[in-house]
């Protein structure tokens, strides 16, 4: 049983991590590459890797920390390998069809294909601040970046989701 | 936070993977687990390998110098013949 694979310093249990885990890891890779099926492979190869390196992971935040770093790794790797989806600056994507008023379910889905389009960093970014809701300081070290990189991806990409939202609106006005 | 902040939490909010995953993940594991039981075994097997070429090489090298070390006594012995002969027959014509 996996579930028997623990870390024999800190008693940390791989299962269990798994399971704590597995929404964190999988969100991670969906929403960095936009394909559920390549970001269940990147999942999987996260845990694996966790797996083989269990011993090395000092505590649950150890492992909380190890795990958001690594799945981006990953999913920018795999983003660069696969290169199915040619990089296109926000500035490029079309305006969204019609005019979107917040609480539309239409919205979330625009957002996901827009936060996809953003080059590494920023997406990388902007995938951590919203969907794990840390805060600069936390995305810089996972990231490797100065705070005020981070800073500035997330003003850039927020303006330019704003323009674009802003211009449809007054274009349907 | 205004709202387009908090559609971005909301669009971008953790979802599950398929029901399996982890069971996939599991299974994988173990196949991992098998591969990493294999490596010791590997590590000796190449090792072992190692130490027969190694032993191979050592052993053609010595062949290679008895043979050597043969055609030189071997050259030797033609030499010594040919100045055996050469001798007789310069006794021979001194005479």
């Known amino acids: 049983m996996i579930g028997l694979v623990t870390a024999p310093q800190t008693g940390l249990d791989f299962d269990a991590l798994m399971r704590r885990h597995q929404s964190l890891v999988f969100s991670l890779a969906y929403h960095f590459l ?5 970001a269940e492979e990147v999942a999987q190869e996260v845990f694996l ?6 011993r090395n992971i000092q505590s649950p935040e150890h492992a909380l920390f190890w795990l958001r770093k690594v799945t981006v790794q990953r999913a920018i790797d795999e983003g660069r390998r696969r290169a199915r989806r040619p990089q296109v600056a926000l500035e490029g994507v079309a305006e969204p069809a019609a005019q979107i008023q917040p609480q539309d379910p239409m919205l979330r889905e625009t957002l ?22 840390l805060d600069p300081a936390e995305i810089a070290e996972i990231l490797g970046m100065p705070v005020a990189t981070v800073k500035s991806h ?20 | 936070m205004d709202w387009l902040e908090q559609e971005l939490k ?16 599991r299974r994988r594991t173990r196949g991992d687990g098998f591969r ?31 043979q050597a070390r043969q055609q ?6 033609i ?10 027959q310069v006794k021979e014509r001194m005479r």
């Open chain 2, 36 to 66: 990493t039981a294999l490596w010791p075994q590997r590590w000796l097997a190449a090792a072992a390998a190692l130490l027969v070429l190694a032993g191979a090489g050592m052993g053609y090298r010595q062949y290679q110098g008895n």
């Open chain 1, 112 to 133: 996901r294909r827009l936060i996809a389009t953003l080059a590494e960093a920023p997406r990388a970014v902007m995938i951590l601040r919203y969907q794990e809701d």
């Open chain 2, 79 to 88: 030499a010594g013949a040919k100045v055996n002969h050469i001798q007789a």
């Open chain 1, 34 to 38: 936009h394909d559920r099926e390549v």
């Open chain 1, 154 to 173: 997330l003003q850039r990409s927020l303006a330019l989701l704003r323009e674009k939202f802003a211009r449809r609106s007054m274009g349907e006005a």
């Open chain 1, 49 to 54: 890797s966790l797996h083989r390196n269990l």
């Open chain 2, 72 to 77: 030189v006594m071997l050259a030797f012995r």
């Open chain 2, 10 to 25: 909301n669009a971008l909010e953790r979802k599950a993977p398929s029901p399996d995953f982890a069971e996939r993940v």
